[in-house]
């Protein structure tokens, strides 16, 4: 999956467990990637801020825990965020600010603190 210069990669509506493979966010040309309904599990990479001409990010319906990385709120071209039906935790942030060209965001479903910015 490392390097191949893919654009587009989706994956959603499988069975596939376990962490999602580090080397996915090799493809820094990556602007849509779609894992959402299988079974991932674990903590999502710092390394998904490597992935900057992101536009499509659809998680949703996986098994995915944790404070989302820090590294997310570098993808200012996303215009699709969907998380939803994950056990994600931790504070909502100010950095939702960062995400300019956001048309569409769903968290509902997980674990989240705090005020919607």
Do not use: C, M
């Not at 098994?63 to 998380?83: M, Q, R, S, W």
């Amino acid at each position: 999956l490392g390097a191949l210069n893919l654009q587009n990669f989706q994956a959603h509506g499988n069975r596939l467990n376990g962490t999602i493979p580090q080397e996915l966010f090799d493809n820094v040309q990556l602007e849509f990637l779609r894992l959402d309904g299988n079974a991932f599990t674990g903590q999502l990479s710092p390394a998904l801020g490597d992935l900057a001409n992101l536009t499509d990010l659809r998680l949703q319906k996986n098994e995915l825990t944790g404070d989302l990385p820090f590294t997310i709120f570098g993808l200012i071209k996303l215009e699709n965020l969907l998380l939803n039906d994950n056990a994600f935790t931790g504070v909502i942030r100010d950095a939702f600010d960062f995400f300019t060209s956001l048309e569409f965001f769903d968290i509902r479903n997980n674990q989240f603190t705090g005020f919607l910015p």
